[in-house]
């Protein structure tokens, strides 16, 4: 490593021993405390939810590992997940573990190409879909692909069949199978969102999982958050796809350090979910806070005052929590200011996400800087992290006694994070995979010559260890003026405005920067009520004037963070919205820029078509 490359280190607490394994650390906490409650089943009527104890999911883990034995699964064998986040998802994720194989997540909202790919690279050997949409969609495969031999449906009561198969298998070839089962051993192979190419599997040792997992918990300020406390038991509900290595860790990591985990697999439902179940931490990714903050201001803009207050309000929130990053803190007056605040608008916003939550987690894609400082003046922190599948979730993270918003924090506990000279970012330690399944070049291609794991990001970190992202690295953009330009600062911002959905920054090679934009459809009628404005479709509110005047203010708002070189000039509304569903996101809600800018090429055309 060179002498002048900066570091951010945070020290961790433990070491994953080499006989360590995700099964082990179920049955230590299965031993430490048999009859709390780990998991929380919502039942199939109604908003109640089922208390699971360790003891419990212990043995029906075990149950579906014989069943897994019994059909033929072999130790390092790999079974194909493709499922919504649900309580079977933990189930089948531990089972695996318990019969030493390894578990192969697939979005499920994966295409039957994406799936094809993903199921033959990997060699599975079965696969267990959550329906029997998806059973229709994997069906052709199981002739085409060699090494895939069954499929089993979640909710055709298959995995039942397993476990009553399973039932003469004898307990001791479980406990073989976990003993034999080294930390260095392959727990899972999760392939990449793919936002270029083709995925890459990125095969994770139990040893990366865990050393995540230990070191976070047991970190003196990130404790609270997760462990049971005397004060009394976290509580979390996940709703992001647990085929998402983000989401797996906060499962694994809820399961180690004692919290009760609920499963929301219907985004439809979510809110309903969150209120029945009262969770006090969530992770999200940005686009959620940019949805429940657009919508609290579209619900207040019905009428002028409530719009007036509402926004009144959320300046005060902002001004407060930046003051909180000062020396002097916040003012009497504004302190004061905060708490009228809190009796009518911020207690009701916080009873809408169930009245319990008090830290949320964001991942998977930048945090604008006046959203974190909103929740945190409203009483919800959002700490702000950052990691990739490759380094088994996080890498760096603002912890409640280390919180700089705009940040992705310092370096998550036990990981090391540096920046190389052309800004990459760059992460080392336990977390860190190995290597990309069947693919040597590429795992080459992902480390420096002295071991350092190439990020793809581009970054800084100050004097104090915070670690700031300004883009990806393949996104940077050089105008025909040389004038390298980052777009996710800009993409951030102008997509919190209200009307706008997704941004795509373009201006390679051309005289000026200009952007792409989609309309939330969820939100335009909201909108064009609050501003006096007749219903209309999207297409139509492409080429209203009022629209687009509102969008120019946005753009105009958005290039106050930057050069007048790097501003945007000229924007084109798009009248279809990037969706997973049109292959324009990746499940993970990433934009696709490569298809955006292939299938968009003559929509960015009539950008430069007129300079104004």
Not at 233 to 254: C, D, E, G, K, S
Not at 376 to 396: D, F, H, K, Q, V
Not at 515 to 528: E, Q, R, Y
Not at 555 to 568: G, K, L, Q
Request: neutral net charge; charged residues 25%; glycine residues 8%.
């Amino acid at each position: 490593m060179a002498a002048d490359r900066p570091v951010s280190y945070v020290e961790g607490t433990h070491q994953v021993p080499d006989d360590m394994n995700l099964a082990t650390m179920l049955k230590e906490r299965v031993d430490e405390c048999p009859d709390e409650v780990v998991i929380e089943r919502k039942s199939s009527l109604g908003s109640h939810w089922v208390p699971i104890t360790y003891r419990h999911f212990d043995e029906h883990v075990a149950a579906l590992a014989k069943g897994f034995i019994h059909l033929g699964v072999k130790p390092g064998d790999r079974v194909a997940l493709m499922s919504r986040t649900r309580y079977e998802w933990a189930l089948i994720d531990f089972a695996l573990a318990y019969a030493g194989a390894q578990s192969v997540p697939i979005y499920e909202t994966s295409s039957r190409s994406q799936a094809e790919w993903i199921l033959s690279d990997s060699g599975a050997r079965f696969v267990i879909v959550e329906n029997t949409a998806l059973r229709d969609l994997i069906s052709p495969l199981c002739e085409k692909i060699d090494t895939l031999e069954d499929m089993f449906v979640i909710e055709s009561g298959d995995l039942d069949t397993l476990i009553t198969k399973g039932a003469g298998v004898a307990d001791d070839e479980i406990a073989t199978r976990i003993e034999n089962t080294t930390a260095d051993d392959p727990a899972t192979i999760i392939y990449t969102s793919g936002t270029t190419g083709r995925p890459k599997g990125c095969v994770l040792a139990h040893r990366q999982l865990l050393h995540v997992v230990l070191n976070g918990p047991n970190h003196p300020t990130l404790k609270p958050i997760i462990m049971k406390t005397q004060g009394g038991q976290q509580r979390t509900l996940l709703f992001m796809p647990m085929a998402h290595v983000f989401a797996r860790f906060i499962n694994i990591v809820a399961i180690y350090g004692g919290a009760t985990i609920g499963h929301s697999p219907d985004t439809k439902n979510l809110l309903a979910d969150i209120d029945s179940f009262k969770p006090t931490f969530v992770l999200a990714v940005p686009r959620v806070f940019e949805k429940i903050y657009n919508a609290a201001d579209a619900k207040a803009g019905v009428s002028p005052v409530k719009r007036r207050l509402f926004r009144y309000y959320a300046k005060v929130a902002i001004t407060y929590s930046r003051a909180l990053q000062t020396e002097e803190g916040p003012s009497a007056w504004l302190t004061a200011q905060r708490k009228i605040g809190d009796r009518l608008v911020y207690a009701k916003l916080r009873s809408v996400l169930g009245g319990k939550l008090k830290y949320v987690v964001s991942g998977g894609g930048p945090l604008g800087e006046r959203l974190g400082h909103y929740f945190r003046g409203i009483g919800i922190n959002i700490l702000e992290g950052y990691g990739l599948t490759e380094t088994s979730a996080p890498t760096c993270v603002n912890r409640p006694d280390a919180i700089k918003i705009g940040t992705i924090g310092q370096a998550y506990p036990g990981c090391m994070v540096s920046v190389a000279e052309d800004g990459e970012i760059l992460a080392k330690g336990d977390h860190v995979f190995k290597y990309y399944l069947n693919n040597e070049e590429a795992t080459k291609e992902a480390f420096t010559p002295d071991g350092w794991f190439r990020t793809g990001d581009l970054g800084s970190i100050d004097d104090d260890g915070f670690v700031t992202v300004t883009g990806r690295k393949k996104e940077l953009i050089v105008t025909a003026g040389g004038k390298n330009v980052a777009p996710a600062v800009l993409e951030d911002r102008l997509r919190g405005h209200p009307l706008v959905s997704q941004v795509v920054v373009v201006g390679d090679n051309r005289p000026f920067i200009g952007a792409l934009v989609t309309i939330d459809a969820d939100m335009l009628p909201a909108w064009l009520k609050s501003h006096n404005l007749p219903a209309m479709s999207v297409e139509e509110a492409a080429e209203n004037p009022q629209v687009l005047a509102a969008l120019d203010r946005a753009v105009t708002r958005a290039n106050e963070v930057v050069s007048r070189a790097e501003s945007i000039r000229k924007i084109r509304v798009l009248t279809t919205d990037f969706t997973v569903d049109n292959n324009y996101l990746t499940p993970s809600m990433k934009v696709k820029r490569h298809e955006v800018l292939k299938d968009f090429a003559s929509d960015i055309d009539q950008i430069y078509a007129a300079k104004r």
